[in-house]
T-cell receptor, first 111, second 112 residues
Framework: NAGVTQTPKFRVLKTGQSMTLLCAQD?????MYWYRQDPGMGLRLIHY???????AKGEVPDGYNVSRLKKQNFLLGLESAAPSQTSVYFC??????????FGPGTRLLVL | GESVGLHLPTLSVQEGDNSIINCAYS??????FIWYKQESGKGPQFIID?????DKRQGQRVTVLLNKTVKHLSLQIAATQPGDSAVYFC???????????FGKGNQVVVIP
């Protein structure tokens, strides 16, 4: 069991560029989440999914889109990156219980 | 190094001593609580959880205490070790809620 994996680990973008962050889990979890973490601000929810084919907005969804075409994958897209999106992005998943399990993170720098 | 710990409350503890990390939660409807540990450069890692029908739960070297009257949660770490140096987050949720609400975290620094 690899658990929750995230690709890539680190990326540098220029303002206006687009990219997709991939989250994969091999635990057959129904629920998946994308968070961003900034210094002193804790974890903020961007989008989440309660099952394959579903997505919902979180606390800070603007500038991001997501897709959950397969149960094991949850993609986070930035269509036009901005410096304010420089952050560490974490994916998490959970089964029916409430505990979320996190991936190792993707560090994104937007110049 | 990891920048998530900037501007966080910091607890410095001598190796071998016990640590107590506190968390005040806001939602009186919350009925499930989790403590996470985040080491530098890594994702949050589940430590222990507790439901609102309990006041105390023990794990390996860790104990979580819940005081619903004052909406307070604490994590006690026994015989703190250098590997316990990390940021610790509490999280809360309620029945039917698909989301967790996270606290901002507390930095623990273990002094050898």
């Amino acid at each position: 069991n690899a658990g929750v994996t995230q690709t890539p680990k680190f990326r540098v973008l220029k303002t206006g560029q687009s990219m997709t962050l991939l989250c994969a889990q091999d635990m057959n979890h129904e629920y998946m989440y994308w968070y961003r973490q900034d210094p002193g601000m804790g974890l903020r929810l961007i989008h989440y999914s309660v099952g394959e084919g579903t997505t919902a907005k979180g606390e800070v969804p603007d500038g991001y889109n997501v897709s959950r075409l397969k149960k094991q994958n949850f993609l986070l897209g930035l269509e036009s990156a901005a410096p304010s999106q420089t952050s560490v992005y974490f994916c998490a998943s959970r089964p029916g219980s409430k505990t979320q399990y996190f991936g190792p993170g993707t560090r994104l720098l937007v110049l | 190094g990891e920048s998530v710990g900037l501007h966080l409350p910091t607890l410095s503890v001598q190796e071998g001593d016990n640590s107590i990390i506190n968390c005040a939660y806001s939602n009186s409807a919350s009925d499930y609580f989790i403590w996470y540990k985040q080491e530098s450069g890594k994702g949050p890692q589940f430590i222990i959880d507790i439901r609102s029908n309990m006041d105390k739960r023990q794990g390996q070297r860790v104990t979580v205490l819940l005081n619903k009257t004052v909406k307070h949660l604490s994590l006690q770490i026994a015989a703190t070790q250098p590997g316990d140096s990390a940021v610790y987050f509490c999280a809360e949720t309620s029945y039917g809620n698909n989301r967790l609400a996270f606290g901002k975290g507390n930095q623990v620094v273990v002094i050898p």
